[in-house]
């Protein structure tokens, strides 16, 4: 074990024996244990983006026999050749592991939230368990590079076909798909990317899904339209390939500009309220570039998607894809949700609430069962994360504001850390050899983990209070609760707001965990349960002390989202945001994470960046800058009458499996379809209230 090691602008400081001496308990550090062991993982087949996709024109093109009778032959769309761009999008044969598909069936999904809507550019929530995902397409695509070999990583082409840098680096041209089309036939061309940068992203009163902003490209990034299907970029850096990953699901999906231009404030007379909620779930045929469109809706009942016609991806027989016609998603919960993927009443789940990992394996170990389980990597961790911003981010009180001094107090952060008794944290979600002991940053397993590099700050509770003491805190009333200092909000109980995600239980349980380990050090939390549909605005507002918040694709792959690793802009951190003048309060070592991300997305070299991700690492872990909390793997739960799912799917990695398996491909085998589709040969409409699917 090593003594405490203080991180202090940048330079490591040893705290020697003879200071220890004088605490009651000296807090030691150690590595973190190596993950039990887990034979239910599978492995990817690990390929090159070029086995799996190219962009080309074919000699011919095909589509479901029904489109063609009902919709082409009566005028009512163009042939499938005219509706295709000049070269579509082409999976490549080799890599599907079943090889090419038939039309027809639908996937059913059993979802937990609830859609506010379709604008994803004015933050509306679609209700995910991958609805956004089927509905809209982005500029790159990360989600099947979990099969992707390390050498050759970098994003797919996707929207954008393919892209350029300029000899110094600082100019990316990138070329879009040229001559595809929205679901309601209307051309996709740059206005639609430029709108998505210029009216969403860069406009301050709008706040995209999943928090994309003008600094997640950089600070001082620009882009610019140069004809119809090429756009520029300009960076600050030099070759910021990093910017390539959030380019993809979450960080550049354009939405239809034709649609949404007409109630934009920019535009129109409408208000940024009214530009947001114009399109409620109820909004009928809403256009998309995805797969899917949405079709029919009904509230706390169903979600249904039919197939785009005018999707711009085949396979290399030229049919049109998707195979499958529909996806449904039962509005019910997140539980459920297993419970009926597992039952073969729901086609799909990612069974990631670790509660019901056990009865899911004994169920699916039946021979009869109709679907099948397969984990994936340890990809799913939690932490708590405290609020670091002190300059008035989210308006708080004097006991708000004296709880943001004390979580920026290493003291107290290696109180709350020493405090957390992670191995039981872990089995009391399951028992078994799932959960693994998670001091925070990278995840165990991943690319970039360095176990050497990672500082664990084992469960103590005498550590725990002796630090709070250092840290100024005692009991001064004798009610089991330390309190603030004298002259600090009034010197009442250090009482701390936990806010947490009420759709999830295992969210509820960590928070309970949590609740139990401070109040045994003298510290009250109070849990403030937020649904989901809420929980990215509550986030935002910065109105809350501790988050229990499931861990980002920054922390698993590091190379996607890598500018949220730190606070490398003003609104780049999930838990350290500027407050209302812009400037960030920045705590030493936060500069020196900064320092390290922002060389690190700008460094080409592979050895340097390992290096600098084993520099991030220690400084993250030995600072306690969020505090781990347990780290386990996902299941993809699967009906097993589906095709071409590629092992080692995992739930969760560069994007969510719905993503990873490529469900456009995705096949049913025509012995094995069944009659699910609650709109069979049916397209969508025109785009509007009330409006739904049409048959002919």
């Known amino acids: 074990m090593n003594k405490r090691v203080l991180i202090l602008g940048g330079v490591s400081v040893l705290l020697g024996v003879s200071t220890l001496a004088l605490q009651a308990q000296a807090i030691e550090s150690t590595t973190p244990p190596d993950p039990p062991k887990f034979s239910a993982q599978q492995s ?21 026999g029904w489109v063609t009778k009902q919709f082409v032959d009566t005028g009512k769309l163009p042939p499938v050749k005219d509706r295709l761009p000049k070269e579509p999008l082409v999976y490549k044969t080799a890599n599907e592991p079943d090889g090419t598909g038939v039309y027809g069936d639908v996937m059913r999904h059993v979802i937990g939230g609830r859609p506010q809507g379709w604008n994803y550019a004015a933050g509306q929530i679609q209700g995910w368990g991958g609805v956004d995902i089927g509905m809209y397409e982005c500029l790159t695509r990360t989600g099947p590079l979990f099969e992707v070999k390390a050498s050759e990583l970098q994003p797919m082409p996707n929207l954008a076909k393919s892209w350029d840098w300029s000899p110094d680096g600082h100019v990316l041209t990138m070329h879009l798909i040229e001559g595809a089309k929205w679901s309601d036939g209307v051309p996709f061309t740059a206005d639609d990317v430029m709108f998505y940068w210029n009216d969403n992203i860069e406009d301050p009163n709008v706040k995209p899904l999943n928090s994309a902003g003008p600094d997640s490209f950089g600070v001082g990034t620009t882009l610019e339209k140069v004809d119809d299907y090429t756009v520029k970029w300009t960076f600050k850096e030099a070759f910021p390939k990093q910017y390539l990953y959030t380019m993809a699901y979450g960080g550049f999906c354009p939405l239809p500009a034709h649609i949404l231009k007409p109630m934009h404030p920019k535009y129109s007379n409408h208000t940024y309220d009214e530009y947001q909620n114009g399109f409620p779930p109820e909004y009928m045929n809403f256009p998309v570039m995805g797969a899917w469109v949405p079709v029919a809706y009904r509230p706390d009942d169903i979600i249904v998607l039919r197939r785009n016609p005018y999707y711009w991806k085949v396979d290399e027989a030229g049919n049109q894809l998707p195979y499958l ?3 449904t998603y039962k509005l019910s919960t997140w539980a459920d949700r297993d419970v009926q993927a597992v039952a073969g009443t729901g086609d799909f789940s990612n069974l990631e609430q670790a509660e019901s990992y056990v009865e899911a394996l004994k169920r699916s170990a039946d021979p009869k069962a109709p679907a099948r389980l397969a984990f994936g990597a340890r990809t799913i961790g939690y932490s708590i994360y405290l609020n670091y911003s002190a300059n008035g981010w989210g308006t708080p009180d004097a006991r708000g504001e004296a709880v943001r001094e004390l979580n920026r107090n290493l003291d107290f952060r290696l109180a709350v850390t020493s405090a957390v008794d992670r191995e039981h944290l872990g089995q009391s979600l399951v028992k078994g050899p799932f959960t693994a002991i998670y ?7 991943t690319a970039f ?3 050497a590099s990672t500082v664990y700050y084992p469960y103590n509770v005498d550590v725990a209070k002796a630090e709070l003491a250092k840290a100024g805190l005692k009991d001064t009333d004798g009610d089991g609760i330390v309190n603030f200092p004298a002259g600090t909000a009034g010197g009442q109980d250090v009482s701390i707001t936990l806010l947490a995600n009420s759709d999830y239980q295992t969210d509820k349980n ?5 609740v139990a380990a401070m109040e045994k050090i003298g ?7 937020v649904s989901g549909s809420n929980m990215t605005a509550t986030q935002n507002s910065g109105a809350w002390d501790w988050q229990i918040f499931r861990n980002q694709s920054e922390l698993i792959s590091v190379v996607q989202n890598t500018a949220s690793l730190a606070p490398t802009g003003p609104q780049t951190s999930w838990f350290h945001r500027a407050g209302t003048d812009g400037s960030l309060d920045l705590l030493p070592f936060e500069k020196d994470l900064v320092d390290v991300v922002n060389t690190f997305i700008s460094e080409p070299d592979t050895a340097k960046r390992v290096d600098l991700m084993k520099k991030f690492q220690k400084i993250y872990t030995q600072n306690a800058y969020a505090i781990g909390l347990t780290q386990y793997p996902g299941a993809l739960i699967i009906n097993k009458r589906f095709a071409n799912i590629p092992a080692g799917a995992p739930i969760f990695m560069f994007n969510w499996a719905e993503d990873n398996i ?3 491909r995705v096949f049913v085998p025509k012995a094995k379809q069944a009659n699910y589709e609650l709109y069979p040969d049916t397209l969508p409409g025109a785009p509007g209230l009330g409006n739904g699917p049409v048959s002919k």
């Open 523 to 529: 510290i009250r939390v109070i849990v403030n349960l």
């Open 44 to 64: 990817p087949n690990f390929v090159s983006i070029k086995d799996i996709l190219e962009y080309k024109a074919l000699p011919e093109y095909h589509e479901p």
């Open 325 to 327: 016609d529909e996806l």
């Open 439 to 445: 001091p925070g940053g990278l995840y165990a397993g």
């Open 662 to 664: 490529m469900r456009e």
């Open 449 to 451: 983990y360095d176990k």
């Open 510 to 514: 960590l928070a309970e965990g949590v």
